[in-house]
């Protein structure tokens, strides 16, 4: 059964931090490019990071260049997101995907049908 569980949302003031987390199973990830979408009320679905390996960087939306840095454990199965400088408009419910092709730093496909989904984590920023 493949499962994406998210972790670590929650609130905190405009320039704090916060870190989520995606544990993976029942897919080899290795083979996926592993990514954080995010939702916010009004606003289109973004695709915010993603990373297949380090050899060839990872992409980020220019709105979190900077702040955010996506990174990897395939031998824990895990995807984390290190968010500094959080600002009100990274507001918004944020997803673990699993992307069955290969991204790089200045290409991030976009979902299709056969795109793994996590439950999402809230993460709400107050200025």
């Known amino acids: 059964q493949v499962m994406l569980v998210e972790s670590g949302g929650g609130s905190v003031q405009a320039g704090g931090s916060l870190t989520l987390s995606c544990e993976v199973s029942?897919?080899?990830?290795?083979?996926?490019?592993m990514a954080w979408f995010r939702q916010a009320t009004g606003r289109e679905r973004e695709g915010v990071t993603g990373i297949f390996t380090d050899i060839y960087g990872a992409y980020y939306a220019d709105s979190v260049k900077g702040r955010f840095t996506v990174s990897r454990d395939n031998a824990k199965n895990t995807l984390t997101l290190q968010m500094n400088n959080l600002k009100f408009e990274d507001t918004g419910i944020y997803y673990c995907?699993?992307?069955?092709?290969?991204?790089?730093?200045?290409?991030?496909?976009?979902?299709?049908?056969?795109?793994?989904w996590g439950q999402g984590t809230q993460v709400t920023v107050s200025s």
């Open positions: 995907v699993a992307l069955r092709e290969f991204c790089y730093r200045d290409y991030l496909p976009p979902p299709t049908t056969t795109t793994f």
């Open positions: 029942g897919f080899n990830a290795t083979l996926y490019c």
